[in-house]
């Protein structure tokens, strides 16, 4: 059992019959009645979004997350598979059990494959990834004082934001979890 006192970002419990993981939450303390605990929470299965206030006594069962090691092979159309590190099984998923979380995450890679209770409903890639820029515009001298960026596509056809120094064919780092340029590599 866990309480709302002790909620943190990424923490995942069940509510009414449904598995949630905290998005964001907040602890308020108001001047008049007693102190809440405002969240954010998806719902690990469908994807869906929803805002709940909690006191923080209130306790609720802990959701036991299993996060397995997959390689992603490759996709086929809708299916994207991954082979079981241990067992060597390839297993399919659908796009929309990905979700975009396959954005960062180019053949060959190892992700932890996300379920509950055996069912699968999403992926995790590793928090940094290092891919190549396929295409950005070329870098210009200039106003470089206000820390300035350029659109720029990777290999695994996500785009992001990059100083203006990195150029096509260089090797960066980005942080998947907020879908940041980290470095050059």
Do not use: W
């Not at 067992?87 to 979700?99: D, F, T, V």
């Amino acid at each position: 059992m866990i309480s709302a006192g002790e909620f943190r970002n990424g923490v995942t419990f069940e509510l009414e019959g449904n598995v949630f993981q905290i998005v964001e939450f907040q602890h308020v303390k108001p001047g008049k009645g007693a102190a809440f605990v405002r969240t954010k929470l998806k719902n690990v299965i469908t994807g869906g979004v929803v805002e709940k206030t909690f006191r923080p006594t209130e306790k609720m069962p802990k959701a036991h997350i299993e996060r397995k090691d997959y390689e992603y092979l490759y996709n086929d159309g809708d299916l994207y598979y991954f082979m079981d590190q241990e067992s060597y099984e390839q297993m399919p998923l659908n796009a929309e059990q990905l979700g975009d979380s396959l954005k960062f995450v180019k053949e060959n890679m190892v992700v932890k494959v996300l379920s509950y209770k055996g069912n699968v409903f999403g992926v995790e890639p590793p928090t940094f990834v290092e891919l190549e820029v396929t295409e950005t515009e070329p870098g210009f001298k200039g106003d470089t004082s206000t820390g300035a960026t350029k659109p720029c596509t990777l290999e695994t056809g996500a785009t992001i934001m990059v100083p203006l120094f990195v150029d096509q064919g260089d090797m960066i780092r980005v942080d998947t979890r907020t879908g940041e340029y980290m470095e050059r590599v």
